[in-house]
């Protein structure tokens, strides 16, 4: 005769809400701007879940400065490995803390970027970016994307008056890109590349790349092994090169 076994339930692991959602990085903090991060590329939590957060990288995953000095810190890994498990995991809650946050004066009038690591990774997460800008007309947002083919489709439509963006290349969808048409940056080897192809150098303000004269350059940052790895090269070059390669041997 079999006996019934009561078994607790298994545990549910508390979701560890991070007090205030935005920050200031160093770069960021001099011109009064705040900004959202999460972790840059992918990410392995610590439930064990393995999260794409930046789906369409490419070229840029090898030159990534959001994946070297401070931002491998314990502490800092640890904060954005939080932020993102609090939008996959309480999207709504999410959404509400932040325009909650957004709320307050000191965002009034003023800027943040979303991601200085990390990117809009699916619908829903930028569904409801969408829905916070909407929500709070009086603060500014700005992103470097690489997810050209969804926000063409589901922000260029229609976007908030409130919300600009410019696409980066050096990413698996930059052939959806056309200069003519859509807002672009490019990091070059220096400043002196910049003017030489005659783009607009965003240095001296990160504003820039939204505010400023287009096409935007970027002047890479002075990490030996990364400078290395372009070779003088565009990161557009760089994935031009890669992609072509790729298109040689899937055939």
């Known amino acids: 005769m079999s006996t019934a076994v009561d078994l607790a339930p298994p545990r549910r ?46 070229v840029c995953a090898l030159a990534c400065y959001a994946r070297q000095g401070t931002y491998l810190f314990p502490g800092v890994v640890d904060r954005h490995q939080r932020n993102l498990e609090y939008v996959l995991d ?50 500014n947002f700005y992103a470097y994307t690489k997810e050209v083919a969804r926000v063409k489709r589901m922000v260029a439509p229609n976007p908030p008056r409130n919300f600009r963006w410019v696409y980066s290349y050096g990413g698996r969808e930059d052939h959806l890109l056309d200069p003519a048409v859509d807002r672009v940056a490019d990091v070059y080897p220096d400043e002196a590349a910049i003017r030489a192809d005659g783009w607009h150098s965003q240095d001296s303000s990160d504003l820039l790349a939204v505010l400023g004269p287009a096409p935007v350059g970027i002047p890479s940052n002075n990490i030996p092994q990364f400078r290395r790895r372009m070779q003088g090269r565009t990161f557009r070059a760089w994935q031009a090169e890669q992609d072509a390669r790729r298109a040689r041997t899937s055939r």
Not at 30 to 38: A, R, V
Not at 94 to 123: K, N, P, T
């Open 13 to 58: 692991r508390r979701l560890r809400r991070p007090e205030r959602l935005l920050t200031q990085n160093s770069e960021l903090r001099d011109e009064g701007i705040w900004n959202w991060t999460l972790p840059a590329l992918a990410t392995r939590l610590h439930d064990g879940r393995t999260v794409k957060t930046c789906p369409a990288a490419g």
């Open 90 to 139: 309480d999207l709504p809650g999410w959404q509400r803390q932040m325009a909650a946050e957004l709320a307050h004066s000191r965002h009034q009038g003023g800027w943040v970027r979303i991601h200085d690591a990390g990117d809009f990774f699916s619908d829903h997460y930028l569904a409801a970016w969408l829905r916070i800008m909407i929500f709070r007309p009086g603060v």
